[in-house]
Structures are given as C-alpha cells and as structure tokens.
C-alpha cells in the first residue's frame, strides 16, 4: 500500500465533501494508516473497513502485510 490517492477517488471524495481534503480521509501506505485508525481509537471509533483504494498486485501479499501491519494495534 502506497503512493498517492486515485484521481478518480479523490475526484468522488471531492464531490461527496467539498469541504474535506481527500488526504484527510484516505490514508495512504500503512504508516499513515495506523496513525489514522490510532486517531479514530483515541475519540472512541472502534469498528473499520480497511481495504487498498485500488486493487492490488497479489490479494495475498496484501493480507499478510495487513496482519503484520495492523494487528498489532488491534485493541
């Protein structure tokens, strides 16, 4: 997980919420993202959906680097 947001997704994120920057809403890489569900723990948001804005390479890689990412900060 990395890069930048898609277009298209930034494009929709800025349609729904004119007023919110999309890099607000959509972490991207996994850093950003532990800090972003870390954030939504610390005000008492305890249920997510956490997939890749697109799809990536190998669904598998992707699901051993969620558990080595995230699951150590499950709660």
């Known amino acids: 997980m990395g890069g930048n ?3 298209e ?3 929709a994120l800025r349609r729904r919420r ?3 920057d999309p890099a607000a809403l959509v972490p991207v890489g996994w850093d950003a993202l532990r800090r972003h569900i870390k954030d939504y723990i610390a005000v008492g948001v305890s249920k997510f959906v ?5 799809s ?4 598998a890689d992707f699901i051993d680097q969620f ?5 150590p900060i499950e709660t």
């Open 5 to 7: 947001i898609p277009s």
């Open 9 to 11: 997704l930034a494009a």
């Open 18 to 20: 004119p007023d919110a």
């Open 50 to 54: 956490v997939r890749p804005a697109t």
């Open 56 to 59: 990536p390479p190998s669904w």
């Open 67 to 71: 558990a080595t990412e995230l699951l």
